[in-house]
Each structure stands twice: as C-alpha cells, then as structure tokens.
C-alpha cells in the first residue's frame, strides 16, 4: 500500500487553498446542527441557552472585580470607602461565580445526554442505510473502507461539531463583552489580543487536515487489523490458528500495522506539538507586553488600581477565549472533514425501487431463464453467459458442475440479490424487475451453503426464516418437524429456548450436521414459498443422510418449484432437470437417464464419483 504523503507545515503559498479548503468543508455543519435539533430539540435549546450565559458571566465577574478592588483601595486609602458596598460586591461576585459554576455543570449534563441520544441516532441511521444496499456493496472493498470510516468516527462527531459551534458561541459572546470593556482603555488592546492567536491557528488548521488525510488513507489498514483481530480472538477461528500454529504470524503481522500506523501518527503528533509550542510562545509574549503596558498605564496614574486589575484578568481571559475559539473553529473544520465521511456513506447511490406487481401474468409458466449473462462489478470475465432453462410449477432442477461454475450466482440473480447484465428471468411469466421485492422474496426460499448461525436462540434460528412469524413457537416446531431437528432440539437444555453459539451466557455449540438442520428448518418456516432452492445447506452430512434428508426434504415439497445444489450425484439424481454448468455456462441439461446415455460430462463426474464409492 502506498505510503501517504509527506506532512510539512503550513508555506505561504499554500494558505489561500488552505483557506478554499477549510471553508468548503463546512456545508456539512447546518446538516450536523439540524441533526441535533432532529433528535432533541430541548437539549439542543438548553445547551444553546447555557451556552450563551457561560459566555456573559465571565464579563461581569471581571467587572464586579474592579468595582471591589476600587472600593477597597479608596477605603485604605482616604477613609471614604462603604463597606456594606463592598460585603453586598463580595456577595455579588460568589453568586455569579456558583452561577457560572451551575452553567458549567448543566452544560456537561446536557453534553452528557446528547451525546447519547445523537450517537444512537447516527448508528441507526448508518445501520438503516446498510438495509437499503445491495449486495454488491457488502462485496465491494472500498465500500467497506467507507463504511469503516463512517463507523469509526462520524458517530461521535456530529455533537462534537454542535458542542464546538456552542463553545464558539461562547466564547464569542465572552469576547464581545471583553472587548466592550477593554474599548474604554484602548481599541489597539482589542485589536492586540485578537491578532495573537491567530498563528496558531493556521497551524492546528493545516495539521487537522494532515490528520484527516491520514485517516482516510489508513482505512483498509484499520479494517485489516480489525479482521486480524477477530481471528485471534473469536471461537469460530480459535481451532484453526491454533492447529495450524498461525497464531504467532498473525500477532505479528497485527502487530506490524500497527507499528507502520503509531509511526505516522507520532510524526504528525511531533509537527503538530512542535509548532503548536512555537506559536504559543509568540502568543504568550503578546500577552506580557500587553500586561506591561496596562501596568505602566496604572503607575502613570492613567487607570485605577482595580482597572488596571480589570484589565489585566481581561487580557488573560481574553486571549484563553480567542484561543479557545479559534480552536474551536479549527476542531470545527477537522469535525466537518470526519462528517464527510458520514454523508459520503449515507449518500451512496442505491438502485431504485424494483417493480409493484404482486402477482405474476401466467402462474403456470414457473420460472424462467432467458438468455441471462451476468459479470461481477470489476470482474474481467462473466460469472453467468447465455444461460436458458426453465422449471415448471411443481418441478425440480438440479444445478451440477465445479466450484466457480456459476450455480450460486445463478440462486442470487432468482432472488434479485443481483441483476442480469444480458437477458431476464421470470416468475409466473413476469420479468423480476417488475415484481414487488418483498413480496418476491416471500415466494422463494433458499438457503445457502454459507447459512448464518445466529447468537440468539434456537426457536429463532429457526424463526428467522420467516420474519412475520420470527417469534411464533408453534411455527418454529412445525419448521423443525419438517427440518429434521425436533429430534435433537427435544434433547436440549431449554428446548426451543436454548441460547445458541458462545458470545452469550450458557450458549450451547451445536454440531455441523445439527446446524444444517436448523437452517432447513428455517427454508420450511417460509410456508408461502412457492420456490424452495438448497445451496449444498447439507455438506456437512454424510452421503447416507443427505440423501434422506432430500428424499423427506422432495416429499414435503410436492406442488413446489425446487432447485437443488449438491456435489453428491446420489441426491442430484433425484431431480426431473439437471443443468450441467461450466465456467458460467450451460453445457447440458436433462434427466439422469438422458444424460447417463448421452454420455457426456455429467455422465463423466458420475462415473468418476461412483467408482470412488465401490
């Protein structure tokens, strides 16, 4: 993987990009404050309001200040101080210093539960997205480098984006009453103590966006260690690493990216903190030249003694605040980049709704292949070409031929995962892509060879075929009669209820054959499937029982459409069609006998597979 570019600081000719750059990246802070207000308008309002009063109080505590330095030099001084005045000015400051404190801690509270409610709300809203992609995008590498990089950061974001923009507003609002105050002794201290943080700034800029570049350019990286990661530490590799010795050579290469990632960030983390401590000492000079010159305005006898204390806690709280706020605006600009990430995800184009129909124009013509070609995105050679058949109400057809020969690409075209680039496929006489989605996905049921094992229970194992009923017991135990797995589900702990896998307290791991059992109780859940399609779901059997569980599986599917997938031709030669496939294509069809005495490669594979039998 290329290394990223070299991190340098900021030149001159490079800061009018820098400045294009930095205010692009803002459109996406109405979005992020809009979102706020969409998931809870009286939190975004009180974190606004004390915001606002945060940002005043500081003010009027450096004033109350003076007036009590003032009263108590005039006391010592010639005799004509109150001091009721300055027990009430005393009393004054410390309730406005505990109402300073009460904002600060609501506007952690409220920080507190916004961040909750808006980092829920942005999963949701990236886990809603995923429901609405296709497949396509789940096998696409740089799709799951975008969705890593939307996962990773842009949850937490879009509240610190709004508690950025509210802790500008603050300090603005504390600027502007510093400086309606610091007006009456000169406007160049205005000018002074807002040009001092301003280095600083254009720096921490320029490094946020070195970080973001590095951010996205570490991606597949960060999504490599995560796999890594999984591997080493989840019960379903544990057996393999530990058979195979890879444990080891694993750890390491783990180990190697993050040694390759630790070294860009400690570079980045040096420039940052080595110009950011350069630039901070220029500010603090500024600020010691202004102490100095409000100290020598006060020996002059041109301000007061609690004037000049005034203004020296202005200059100081003053320059925290520019700091604090261009600081803000920076972190604001390296939030609006991260969020980039986010709507970059959000906004992934999906294909548009397919079809409404419901019902197809002939419900005897089953389903039909016309001429489909199909190639993989960023595939040079079709998975899928010219391939005809056709399979009547109530028919079987077995699909025949070597890993990589197209019958699960076949299964994923049936059921829309994917469309056709060359031809149709119809259903009842109806093109797919005229066909409600949902409603064409309740008349067919599959199970893949690679069938999901849920952490959750048996009974909803067995459920998730048919998510209307995905809580209906009775179903789960006709599912399961039909399945084969009542058997042993009876034998279990809890019975329907038994948790299953190990990520859960008192999980029980069940056998392969026991699984497949269960995901072909899962294919009956789908009780108005009209097409029941087995991709190789009983590998794991052995020769004896697989042929059983097709026999019982073909009797309980009668008036069914089926399509079977299976590299043992014991069972194949059950079907009324077998569709021999080859790189993609269809090179025979026909019955067993037919193609027995035809003598081709279908007659080939079984001779071959039967001999290994005798």
């Not at 966006?209 to 951010?215: E, K, M, N, Q, W």
């Not at 003694?305 to 706020?325: K, P």
């Not at 016309?370 to 079987?396: C, K, M, N, Q, W």
């Not at 994923?412 to 031809?423: D, F, N």
């Amino acid at each position: 993987m290329p290394r990223p570019p070299p991190l340098q600081p900021p030149r001159p000719p490079e800061l009018r990009q820098l400045a294009r750059e930095f205010l692009s990246v803002f459109k996406y802070s109405r979005r992020a404050l809009t979102l706020v207000w969409a998931t809870s308008r009286r939190l975004a309002l009180a974190l606004g309001s004390l915001t606002l009063l945060a940002g005043a109080l500081p003010a009027l505590v450096a004033w109350i200040g003076a007036q009590i330095v003032d009263a108590v030099v005039l006391a010592s001084t010639h005799g004509q101080g109150d001091s009721h005045r300055v027990i009430t000015l005393v009393v004054l400051e410390g309730m406005v210093i505990a109402a300073l404190a009460l904002c600060q801690r609501s506007l952690s509270f409220t920080n507190s539960l916004l961040r909750q409610q808006l980092g829920h709300r942005v999963n949701v809203m990236i886990l809603e997205k995923a429901l609405t992609l296709d497949l396509e995008h789940f096998e696409d590498s740089e799709f799951y480098d975008r969705l890593t990089r939307a996962r990773r950061e842009a949850s937490v974001r879009p509240l610190s984006l709004v508690s950025r923009s509210f802790g500008l507003a603050q300090n603005l609002v504390s600027l502007l009453s510093f400086s309606a105050l610091l007006l009456h002794y000169s406007p160049w201290a205005v000018l002074l103590l807002l040009l001092a943080g301003l280095p600083g700034f254009v720096a921490e800029t320029k490094f946020s966006s070195d970080a973001f570049r590095l951010f996205r350019w570490r991606s597949a990286e960060k999504r490599m260690q995560d796999y890594l990661e999984t591997v080493l530490a989840r019960e379903d590799h544990a057996k393999e690493v530990k058979l195979y010795g890879l444990g080891r050579r694993l750890l390491d290469r783990y180990k190697g990216i993050f040694v390759r990632l630790y070294g860009e960030d400690k570079r980045l983390a040096l420039q940052r903190d080595s110009w950011g401590f350069a630039l901070g000492l220029l500010a603090t000079v500024t600020l010691y030249c202004a102490y100095a010159w409000v100290a020598m305005s006060a020996v002059r006898g041109e301000i007061s003694v609690g004037q000049m204390t005034m203004y020296l806690m202005l200059f100081r709280q003053g320059q925290m605040a520019v700091t604090a706020a261009l600081s803000a605006v920076s972190g604001l600009y390296e939030d609006n980049l991260y969020l980039s990430t986010l709507y970059e995800y959000l906004e992934t184009p999906v294909r548009a709704p397919g079809g409404h129909a419901l019902q197809g124009c002939n419900p005897q013509d089953g389903v039909r292949f016309e001429h489909v070609s199909f190639r993989y995105p960023g595939a040079t050679e079709a998975a899928i070409e010219d391939v005809s058949l056709h399979l009547a109400p109530g028919g079987s057809l077995a699909l025949v031929g070597a890993n990589g020969s197209g019958k699960t690409t076949l299964i994923k075209l049936l059921t829309r995962l994917y469309q056709p680039t060359a031809g149709r496929i119809l259903l009842d006489g109806l093109d797919l892509r005229e066909w409600d989605e949902s409603r064409l996905r309740e008349r067919i049921g599959v199970i893949f060879q690679d069938f999901t094992r849920y952490q959750m229970q048996v009974g909803e194992n067995i459920g998730a075929g048919d998510e209307p009923h995905f809580e209906d017991e009775a179903r789960w135990r006709e599912a399961a009669e039909k399945g084969r797995a009542s058997e042993f589900i009876a034998g279990l702990p809890s019975g329907y209820t038994t948790q299953l896998g190990k990520w859960f307290l008192n999980g029980r791991e069940l056998s392969g054959g026991q699984w497949q059992k269960v995901a072909l109780s899962r294919a009956f859940m789908r009780t108005r499937a009209d097409v029941l399609v087995l991709d190789e779901p009983t590998a794991a059997m052995d020769a004896q029982a697989e042929a059983e569980v097709f026999e019982h599986f073909r009797q309980l599917a009668k008036g069914r459409m089926t399509i079977l997938i299976s590299h043992r031709f014991s069972t194949v030669r059950m079907a009324d069609q077998i569709a021999v496939l080859d790189h993609g294509r269809l090179v025979e069809l026909g019955s067993h006998e037919s193609l027995m005495q035809s003598g081709g490669r279908y007659a080939q594979l079984f001779t071959l597979q039967a001999r290994g039998y005798r």
